[in-house]
C-alpha cells in the first residue's frame, strides 16, 4: 500500500494495492499490521452509511472519547473532509479534503483530535468507517459544515443536512470544550 502525507500532521491518504486479473480484482482494505504504525493501535467498530448525491454529512468528532477512522467508499464517490481541532496544533483550524472513489479505492485515515465530514458526489455512495473507539452518543458533537473561520469549498450547492448537523457548533466553541 502506499501512504501519503497530507499538509495536516497524522492525516493519512492509503492506497491499497490493487490485484486485478481477468476477473475482477482483489484488494486488502485492511490489515492489523501494516494499518498499526499508522493508527497507533486498533480498529474497534465498523460503520457503513448508505447516502445519497447531494447528502452531506458532518463534521463530527467525539470528545473526551475521541476517534480515529479509517473512511473509504465502497461504492461510489464522495469529497471526504478533516478538520484539525487540535487546540495545540500548529494546524488547529485548518481542513484537508479529498475526493475517495470506490473506482481507485482511496482511504484516508482521521486521526483522533478531527472534525469528519464528507458529501456524495455520486449517485449514491456506501462509505465504511473503522473507528480506533466505540461509539458514545453522549460525546458525539459537531462542527458547524459551513462555519466560515473554517472555510471548507463543499462541492455541492445546497447540501441535503440532517437536523443535528445544522445544529453544528463554530470551530471558537469547539477549540474552547476541546481544551
Known amino acids: ?12 491518504c492509503i492506497v491499497p494495492r490493487k490485484f486485478p486479473d481477468d476477473r475482477g480484482y482483489f484488494l486488502e482494505t485492511h ?16 460503520n457503513l452509511s448508505h447516502s445519497r ?7 463530527h468528532y467525539q ?12 461504492t461510489g464517490d464522495i469529497f471526504d473532509v478533516a478538520v484539525d481541532i487540535r487546540p495545540d496544533s500548529p494546524t488547529v483550524g485548518q481542513w484537508y479534503g479529498v475526493v475517495l472513489s470506490a473506482q481507485d479505492h482511496r482511504q484516508l485515515y482521521v486521526p483522533p483530535g478531527f472534525a469528519h465530514g464528507f458529501c456524495v458526489l455520486s ?26 473561520a473554517v472555510g471548507v469549498a463543499w462541492p455541492v450547492r445546497d447540501p441535503i443536512v440532517s437536523a443535528k448537523d445544522r445544529e453544528g457548533r463554530p470551530l471558537a466553541a469547539v477549540l474552547k470544550d476541546v481544551r
Open 1 to 12: 500500500m502506499e501512504i501519503i502525507d497530507t499538509p495536516l500532521a497524522g492525516l493519512k
Open 31 to 46: 490489515h492489523a499490521g501494516k494499518y498499526a504504525p499508522i493508527v497507533g493501535g486498533a480498529f474497534v467498530q465498523d
Open 53 to 59: 448525491r447531494g447528502v452531506l454529512r458532518g463534521l
Open 63 to 74: 470528545f473526551p472519547d475521541w476517534q480515529g477512522k479509517l473512511v473509504f467508499p465502497v
Open 123 to 148: 449517485e449514491t455512495a456506501d462509505v465504511i468507517y473503522k473507528c480506533t473507539a466505540l461509539y458514545n452518543p453522549k460525546a458525539e458533537f459537531t462542527l458547524a459544515w459551513d462555519d466560515p
